[in-house]
């Protein structure tokens, strides 16, 4: 498994933007897919977006696409979450995971693949 680490979470403004950051150790990091995930007081961890070991595929929910970006650093160890025109609705605690193996857009979205989690950064969106 590999060592998550997130940051960059906080306390913003319906709108407004946040970058989240994760930084990877222990392992190669370009062995794995990444994907975040969050998850919302009472409610089961959902997907958000993932992206594939070399970068050049990703994939999103629906409910973010056209307004988060993931992107990786294969040189940093690091993945990213730019989110843009942020919604109460996203107020979450957003969780990065790993997985070894290759690329699908369909099980890049199913949490139970993913093997290496952090321990999560909080994002609240005020209205």
């Known amino acids: 498994q590999v060592l998550l680490v997130e940051s960059g979470g906080g306390l913003v403004q319906a709108g407004g933007s946040l970058r989240l950051s994760c930084a990877a150790s222990?392992?190669?990091?370009?062995?794995?897919?990444m994907g975040w995930f969050r998850q919302a007081p009472g409610k089961e961890r959902e997907f958000v977006a993932a992206i594939s070991r070399g970068g050049v595929s990703t994939f999103y929910d629906d409910s973010v696409r056209g307004r988060f970006t993931i992107s990786r650093d294969n040189a940093k160890n690091t993945a990213y979450l730019q989110m843009n025109n942020l919604k109460p609705e996203d107020t979450a605690g957003y969780y990065c995971?790993?997985?070894?193996?290759?690329?699908?857009?369909?099980?890049?979205?199913?949490?139970?693949?993913?093997?290496?989690w952090g321990q999560g950064t909080q994002v609240t969106v005020s209205s």
């Open positions: 222990g392992r190669t990091f370009s062995d794995y897919v």
């Open positions: 995971a790993a997985r070894g193996g290759g690329w699908s857009p369909i099980t890049a979205r199913i949490k139970a693949n993913f093997d290496s």
